[in-house]
């Protein structure tokens, strides 16, 4: 077996991962270009993220949550473990579109948790495994797979493929959270532009701007899916080929 298609240098890895890592620079960069560019737009009305928030919350009767400011830029977030909603020092206290914008998503999140929305439940119950997945699966399949490929023990080839199939498993969990956190960004997303404009927190030019926003940042989970889906069909066809060759 070749020992740097195992690492990665091969066409498995031009073919699955190098298309969705660009696809995800591409949306990295839209994303700040987008808020950029919409941050420079105050709202008509004046409020700010965290104000959007609260009224959101309040309108959705959400009396439990904190809404706390983080330092950062777009590091903004919903804790359902202890009920917080944490907004970025780019989003708390700026009145622009762009801000009210990502206030309004995290309080998407925060909606879903109260109603129980289905896949964020199973995203936070796939969390645990599939940070280790994502940390340690690819490298133990790696492993598995050029030291198995190297020896002519049969026992430790045998040992060598269980590590192998433990980390692609692992690395699948990590596929699956992927995956399941596409339908509640873009729940969290759906959620957002409705009660900004049920509310009239907004009017529809100012919700033009937040949908350019959040659809941006909507297209970098999906490059983060299709980046997980490529590398875990690379380790499949990897270990495949590792196998074949011995």
């Known amino acids: 077996m070749n020992y740097l298609s195992a690492i990665g240098l091969d066409w498995y890895y031009l073919v699955l991962i190098v298309p969705p ?9 839209m994303v700040k270009s987008r808020f950029a560019e ?12 965290a104000q959007a928030a609260k009224i959101l919350m309040q309108e959705n009767g959400i009396n439990d949550v904190q809404i706390s ?12 473990s202890d009920k917080t909603l944490n907004l970025s020092d780019s989003t708390y206290s700026s009145t622009s579109i762009a801000a009210i ?10 909606i879903q948790d109260k109603t129980g929305y289905g896949p964020l439940g199973l995203r936070h119950t796939l969390y645990p495994v599939a940070n280790i997945g994502s940390r340690f699966g690819p490298t133990m ?6 030291f198995g490929a190297s020896t002519q023990n049969a026992q430790l080839y045998s040992i060598c493929s269980i590590i192998s199939k433990i980390g692609i498993v692992l690395f699948l969990a990590a596929t699956l959270f992927y995956l399941v956190t596409l339908p509640v960004e873009f729940d969290a997303s759906r959620r957002a532009l409705a009660i900004l ?21 909507a297209m970098t989970y999906v490059a983060s899916a299709l980046m997980a889906i490529g590398s875990l069909i690379r380790l499949l066809l990897l270990s495949k080929r590792g196998g074949r060759r011995r």
């Open 21 to 29: 890592l660009i696809l995800s620079l591409i949306a990295s960069s």
């Open 69 to 80: 400011r983080i330092s950062g830029s777009l590091t903004d977030n919903y804790s359902s």
């Open 197 to 217: 404009k049920d509310t009239g927190t907004l009017d529809a030019e100012e919700l033009a701007g937040v949908k350019k926003v959040l659809w941006a940042a």
């Open 38 to 49: 919409y941050d420079k737009v105050p709202s008509k009305k004046g409020i700010s993220g």
């Open 141 to 146: 399949a790696i492993l598995g797979i050029i």
């Open 101 to 110: 914008g990502v206030a309004a998503h995290e309080t998407g999140h925060a």
